[in-house]
C-alpha cells in the first residue's frame, strides 16, 4: 500500500512539472500581432461589418 501512494505521489509530482512547463511557455495569443496589426485587423472587421468589403469570389468575377 505504501509503494501505490508513493508512485501516485511521484506521478503527480512529475504532472506538476509537466504543468508547469506547459504554463511557462503558452503563447500568449494576444502577442501574435503587434499593436499595428492588431488594429488593421480590428479596421477589417468594422467594414466586413458594415458592408464595406468584396469577397473574393466578387473580386474574381470582376477580373473575368
Same mark, same amino acid.
Given at each position: 500500500?505504501?509503494?501505490? *501512494? &508513493?508512485? !501516485? $505521489?511521484?506521478? *503527480? %509530482?512529475? $504532472?506538476?512539472?509537466? $504543468? &508547469?512547463?506547459?504554463? #511557462? =511557455?503558452?503563447v500568449?495569443?494576444? @502577442?501574435?500581432? @503587434?499593436d /499595428?496589426e #492588431? %488594429?488593421? !485587423?480590428? #479596421?477589417? *472587421?468594422?467594414e466586413? =461589418? =458594415? /458592408?464595406? &468589403?468584396v @469577397?473574393?469570389? #466578387? $473580386?474574381?468575377?470582376?477580373?473575368r
Amino acid at each position: 500500500m505504501d509503494n501505490d *501512494l &508513493t508512485l !501516485v $505521489i511521484e506521478k *503527480l %509530482d512529475k $504532472i506538476e512539472e509537466d $504543468i &508547469t512547463y506547459l504554463k #511557462q =511557455h503558452m503563447v500568449d495569443k494576444n @502577442s501574435l500581432l @503587434s499593436d /499595428g496589426e #492588431q %488594429d488593421l !485587423v480590428e #479596421q477589417g *472587421l468594422r467594414e466586413y =461589418h =458594415h /458592408g464595406k &468589403t468584396v @469577397s473574393l469570389e #466578387q $473580386i474574381k468575377k470582376k477580373r473575368r
